[in-house]
């Protein structure tokens, strides 16, 4: 047990060299590399890539000089160019070395001062001469088959080296390869922000008591740009302002589940999740923002679900009615395909009232499990005959906030041959699924219906709304129409394309007037039957 360092709380910001890139291995050859002056020259170039922003300070090139050259070289050229479509392009830096010695390692070090945002580039070092028809041996760049960035190493024997006078190393050696070289730097880092794409539904106590958290790629927002970085996580297990358990996780694929070797508190507790950049070569660190989850209590293993629609975080906020010309099936993903998951579901209608009897423990062994919900003549389905039409949306739980399974309902219409939509549950946890404003996709043909479904699921007070219609282009009012208050624990279903006109190219803004926040799911169909065509629409939310 120690007490929070206040190091990791803030910002990183870097200030020492590291290696921006490198790629060597088993040298299979030496390539030449030299311009004579006019009289002959083969030139050759590699691709690389910087994650950052950086300085670079100098340029490693691996190679090897010839016996009977007298050493230092006094004429080592380097050229710095753009990418031109997987190729080099325009030469954006130049310079000539001299007195450049061979490192007992076989390399050449080159030094810079040069500047450089983030992307991808090409290297060209070669050996100039005065063009006398006794041309020495020159320097070989080493390389070998097969690429570990970006394509093929480049090679230029005419026409200069500007864009277009290159040709790759596979047309000679009928297969792709790579020179061996490193670039080092100051990358201009700057803050590395908390990841925000682990959330509280990441986080749950396992059958064993152990507390997991779900690890997505680190680089899942693109922070870091290129393959020369490796990202990890740090984890912090906090109570009391003191950690109890600390660990860094730098594995080799993603996605991964970390396990915290100790148990869960007594007590309420947090988990500070943070990522970590190593720089490999050096085994330097550099360490991000601190993203805080409110830890999972211990709750037990058998999952009993609320009846009461307040205490519900997760949702499928529409059922279809076989009434209405609709069925529904209900997909249950397993993220944990080797492991037994129960989850429990319970059905509430329109307005927010439990479904006497309604409550099922459904279990999922392998990856996916799809059910009808009503029966359709199949085997199985979530509720008997007697439920049919009775259900307006439908509340899941795991036991200690597991999340192993991911729930969605396909939509279709009950006609032969229909093309269905499928919904993903929404997370009342999640910050995009509740809202007072949101934006919708609007019907782009007007033989399209355009529904929508509004729940007030998370407010204490009745939610006023209205709905506008506003072009894409300039945002410009088409029309504007109050729709009726939906209470808490309430859903309404409104079919907006029946308000408004088909207007090419335009969207839905749909507002609570009052400051309540509340949930939207849209849906879209065909009004003809050729086959009946139903799509999800998509939402974005605006507040």
């Known amino acids: 047990m120690r007490f929070l360092p206040l190091l990791l709380l803030g910002p990183f910001f870097w200030a020492q060299e590291v290696p921006l890139f490198e790629q060597i291995g088993d040298p299979q050859w030496d390539e030449p590399t030299y311009d004579a002056g006019g009289f002959s020259y083969h030139i050759v170039a590699d691709d690389f890539a910087i994650p950052f922003d950086a300085t670079v300070t100098r340029w490693v090139i691996y190679g090897d000089f010839p016996m009977n050259r007298e050493l230092p070289l006094q004429n080592i050229a380097l050229l710095l160019m753009a990418d031109n479509n997987g ?126 958290v779900w690890c997505p790629n680190p680089n899942a927002d693109g922070f870091v740009k290129g393959q020369t970085v490796k990202m990890g996580y740090v984890f912090n297990l906090v109570q009391d302002c003191m950690v109890l358990s600390t660990a860094t996780a730098t594995p080799a694929t993603y996605p991964k589940v970390f396990k915290f070797p100790v148990g869960v508190p007594e007590g309420p507790y947090t988990i500070e999740v943070s990522r970590v950049l190593i720089f490999d070569f050096s085994k330097r660190q550099a360490f991000g923002s601190v993203k805080v989850i409110s830890g999972p209590a211990l709750t037990g293993n058998t999952p009993v679900i609320s009846t009461d629609y307040r205490e519900v975080q997760r949702w499928l906020l529409h059922v279809p009615k076989v009434s209405g010309g609709f069925k529904g099936r209900l997909v249950l993903n397993n993220r944990f395909p080797d492991l037994p998951v129960v989850i429990s579901i319970a059905g509430f209608d329109a307005s927010g009232n439990y479904i006497k009897g309604s409550v099922r423990n459904l279990s999922v062994v392998g990856n996916l499990v799809e059910v009808p919900i009503y029966p359709d003549g199949s085997a199985n389905s979530v509720f008997e005959s007697g439920f049919t039409d009775q259900i307006s949306h439908i509340g899941l739980f795991e036991p200690n906030n597991q999340n192993y399974l991911k729930a969605s309902l396909i939509y279709s219409s009950v006609q032969d041959n229909a093309l269905t939509a499928t919904v993903p549950e929404a997370a009342l946890t999640d910050g995009t699924a509740v809202g007072q404003d949101f934006i919708m996709e609007a019907r782009q043909n007007d033989s399209f219906w355009d529904g929508v479904a509004l ?89």
């Open 87 to 212: 190729a080099p392009g325009t030469i954006l830096f130049a310079e000539t070395y001299a007195d450049v010695a061979l490192q007992e390692d076989d390399s050449i070090v080159l030094p810079a001062d040069l500047d450089l945002e983030s992307g991808t580039y090409w290297l060209a070092v070669y050996e100039r001469f005065d063009g006398n028809v006794n041309l020495p041996e020159s320097y070989g760049w080493r390389g070998a088959p097969g690429v570990t960035y970006g394509g093929d190493y480049h090679i230029s024997e005419g026409g200069g080296v500007g864009p277009g006078s290159w040709f790759p190393s596979a047309e000679r050696f009928q297969e792709p390869a790579r020179l061996f070289f490193e670039v080092h730097g100051i990358p201009s880092i700057g803050e590395i922000p908390a990841p925000s794409f682990i959330t509280d539904r990441d986080v749950w106590i396992d059958d064993q008591g152990k507390i997991n």
């Open 455 to 543: 729940l007030n699921l998370t407010g204490q007070d009745s939610v006023q709304l209205k709905v506008e219609q506003r072009r894409i282009s300039d945002k410009s009012l088409v029309k504007a129409e109050t729709l009726s208050s939906v209470s808490p624990g309430d859903k309404n279903l409104v079919v907006l394309s029946s308000l408004f006109p088909f207007v090419a190219n335009t969207y839905y803004q749909i507002q609570a007037t009052n400051g309540v926040r509340f949930q939207v799911l849209g849906l879209r169909g065909t009004t003809q039957a050729a086959p009946p065509l139903m799509t999800s629409s998509k939402i974005g939310k605006v507040k």
